[in-house]
């Protein structure tokens, strides 16, 4: 038969109708309606039924059906439509479900990489990282990244817990009150001398607070004595030795010269 004999009412006659449907009987290719017709090189049905229809598609144009029916050819069902019309309808068929879920799979597969990556990066870092604490009613904090003094913080005790969760260091170098014999505690009157020995208590507590809570944790915790720790820099000096260009009082000072000799430690 040539194109130009063809009639929609040809078409139907190759159909069997399921509701409003036209459904194909012949052959197909790829599950498209397909028919032999002479003096065209395009065969597929649904191309001919618009173009007989009147609405004729554009050479790359899809052809595609709104029913959901892959082998009806009811010219009312079919309509030429965008290439990317076309893919989301067969998005919506499912079409490429298996593709989809391949990238989705290689999306989260990458992603897992980049969160170990992440996850090794701050391991690394928090295995590099020392903090030297000295305890007091004023906490002195420093904080050493792989060797080089990174902060200075001063925190009351009471922050000392939560600083060390929060942080992670492998290992706290403090100065330890509990590593020094108190007898400089006799102070002039026995009033001073209590007030003395109260301070001098709470240091400990805090220096056992350090030790406990590193324990649980598990980070290396070493205490200095007091008298092991070197003698106190100034300003100048702690810069000069340090590197360090921001601002430092005694108690970050010291926190940061008690962990001085172990800020390269592995
Ligand atoms: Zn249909």
Redesign the pocket.
Known sequence: MQFEDLTIAHIKDRTEEVG???IWQQGSTNGYPQMKVQGRCCKLVRRMVVELDGRPAQPRQPVV?T?G?AR?V?PA?LKATSISDAGKRAAERGAWKGKARAAKIARTRRANVNKKLDMDKAREIRMSTILGMDPGANTGVATFIGGKLATLATIAPNEIERVLREVMPARVVFEDSRLQSHTWTRGKSGAASAKMARNVGQVDAWCFLITAVCGELGIAAHGVSPAGKGAKVNAERFAALTGWTGASNEHTRDAAMVAWPYRGAK
């Open positions: 409003d449907c036209w059906v029913c029916e009806c009811n069902h």
